[in-house]
């Protein structure tokens, strides 16, 4: 391996002494300041599970969903049959129509009361009476309303709804059993509320106490952002270790559209500093064998420069060693070489 190194190194700066004279487009090293990140694997957790009940007495005539399915929020999990909800509200429906019939007919028998007793036509009595009886009628129709209101609700809850978008982990009942109040229907988590823990080790520990910045690297490298996040750590370091449980809360979202489910592994990325450094676009780096280095300018032309790097993302690279700030280098290093060769 020793051998074969200093034999890439050997052809490596035999074409360092290749000058370049053509005018190629330049960049500029300058020192920025770039995040510094502490890399932890993660592992993601539900914060919220439920187990769902029933509310009334019913036989189940529908159960749209088995364990392990995803369930959006509002869906139907459970149907009970509601042929007894259903005869319940057209009754109250029609115990209310009755009601306000009565109320109507008490309002003008009221009315014309009041106007007779304008003129001392009538007792007060009498008048009296007839108030008593729009009151009552009043009072029946506020009844009706209500019962009507409750017949609604009995039918609502013959069709049990996902209260959040989650998993199904177990389902208590089959098609066609007759449920009770209080008897346990599904047992689910919720793909809104979770949390991602990991072992934070020691040294970083002071450092991510101050962390005001947070990632989640997804497994199509897509990027999820956190500002000042809820970070736990724990007061105690593992057992047979020196690393401490972290915890981070997410903030409730829909964790299904980023394909986010409780027990995937995730890497989170915490910002504990920012520090100066020299960034280089990764087309200006090439490369001869496992040695990396830039076409840089000099007075005479381009001369090929070894450099240390490191990988950062976004189709960028942190120059470690083997430049300066203030150095040029070509942006494009394969498309040099190409014209060079021709």
Known sequence: MKLQVKLLMTVFFCITNAYA???????????????RW???PVTVEATSASTVSAQISGRIVELPF??????PQGAVIVKFSDIEQQA???QAKAALAEALSRQTEMEKEWRRAKEI????????SAFDQATANFDAAKARVAQATASVARANELLEQTSVKAPYSGIVQERFVELGELATPGKPLIRGLSLQHMRVSGQLPQQHVSAVQQADRAQIELS??????????KLTI???????????????????????????YPGSWQVLKLQVAMDPVLILP???????????AVWQKTPEGAVLQPVRIQDVGNNQVQVLSGLDAGTEVITDALAYLSRLSH
């Open 220 to 229: 199509d490298g897509q990027l999820l952002n956190f500002d000042n996040p």
């Open 88 to 90: 319940g509200l057209q």
């Open 117 to 124: 007793r304008e003129q001392g036509l009538i007792s007060k």
């Open 38 to 40: 502490v890399r932890l």
């Open 234 to 260: 724990a007061p105690e370091a593992r057992d047979g270790g020196h690393s401490f449980l972290l915890r981070m809360v997410l903030p409730p979202d829909d964790y299904m559209k980023y394909s986010l």
């Open 282 to 292: 990764k087309s200006a780096v090439f490369w001869r064998g496992e040695i990396s």
């Open 66 to 71: 088995d364990v392990n399915d995803l369930v």
């Open 21 to 35: 004279t053509d005018n190629s487009e330049f960049t500029k090293l300058s020192s920025i300041d770039y995040p």
